[in-house]
């Protein structure tokens, strides 16, 4: 039996393999279980790790993280061999094959997809996406009732959005925050206290307020950052132009008829990041944006010339931003 437990939540999908290995009743222990590393594993270790038989008890357990990835970057002969071997793999084997993101073009994957729908399956396949929007503060909550707390609605939508994607990190924020509120749900004020990265979600609204144009949101964001930190001018400047290059990567690869998919692997992009990208590129032209590199280079020398932090990002986003021309 092959078990293929893939996605980009893996938090979720570790905590599955841990449930199902644990459930095993197993009198040796670990003995009968083999962990292996994708990076150097050969088809014949592989091969023998699965054939070889449990000691005093009816499984064999054989755990790979990242086979899947590795292959599908070469190494032709090793997914033929796999793919020529899984009908011949002993009942008493388990292989548990762990993966992030996995190319469905792959002949491995197909074939290992073609065999969990048969009747008995012998592959059982599950995706761990990342959830998003209310889900994933629906998730925050329930992580928070595992760790017998209560988590507001409102706070675990801030703690989702100040986080992000990371599911692991905000697992680990949702433990401090149960243990700080003690017997109270924890609250947005409670976020805020504890949470390290409240600043960092300013950061990130000031830059696509930038990208959506919205000039009144990126200077509020700016004059909030500035008040609680006023060195942090060079800091919003490094990261302005970072969402102006990246908005100008997007548009000249749009310009060119790539799809947001295309965008997104050509640029390394995570999925959500590279569709706000593609959306906020809509608002500028290439010529637009070509012309803000100078604009950025003024506000880089005036900022290390010693003028006046809050002054100078002001004037950059107002011309960034705004809706008439330079």
Partial sequence: MIYLFFGEDELSRDEAVAALLSGIDDPMGDLNQN???????????????????PFLSDRRIVVVT????????????????FVNYIPTMPPY??????????????????????????????????????PQ??????????RAQRYGGQIGSAAATLLADVVGDDLRLIDQEVRKLVTYAGDQPVSTDDVQAIVPYMQEMTIWELVDAVGMR??????????????????????LHI???????????????????????????????????????????????VERLVAAYDRLLDSDIALKSGADHALTLNLLIVDLAG???A
Wanted: with cysteine; glycine share 6%; hydrophobic share 40%.
């Fill in 66 to 81: 990242g086979l899947l990835q590795r292959l599908a970057k070469g190494n032709k002969d090793f997914a033929e061999q």
């Fill in 93 to 130: 084997s388990r292989l548990f094959l762990l993966e992030g993101s996995v190319d469905k073009r792959m002949t491995l994957w197909k074939r290992l997809d073609e065999l969990s729908g048969q009747k008995p399956p012998t592959v059982f396949v599950r995706e761990y996406g990342v």
């Fill in 323 to 325: 809706r008439r021309a």
């Fill in 214 to 235: 919205k000039v009144s949101v990126a200077l509020a964001a700016a004059e909030r950052i500035l008040s609680e930190d006023p060195s942090k001018g060079i800091y």
């Fill in 239 to 285: 990261m302005i132009t970072r969402q102006i290059r990246l908005l100008l990567q997007v548009a000249e690869l749009k310009a060119l008829g790539q799809s947001q998919q295309q965008i997104r692997s050509a640029l390394k992009l995570h999925s959500f990041v590279a569709g706000k990208l593609f959306n906020q590129a809509n608002n500028f032209t």
């Fill in 35 to 53: 962990r292996l590393d994708a990076a150097s594993l050969s088809f014949g270790e592989l091969r023998h790790a699965c054939d070889s038989p």
């Fill in 133 to 142: 929007g209310r889900d994933r503060a629906k998730w925050v909550q329930q």
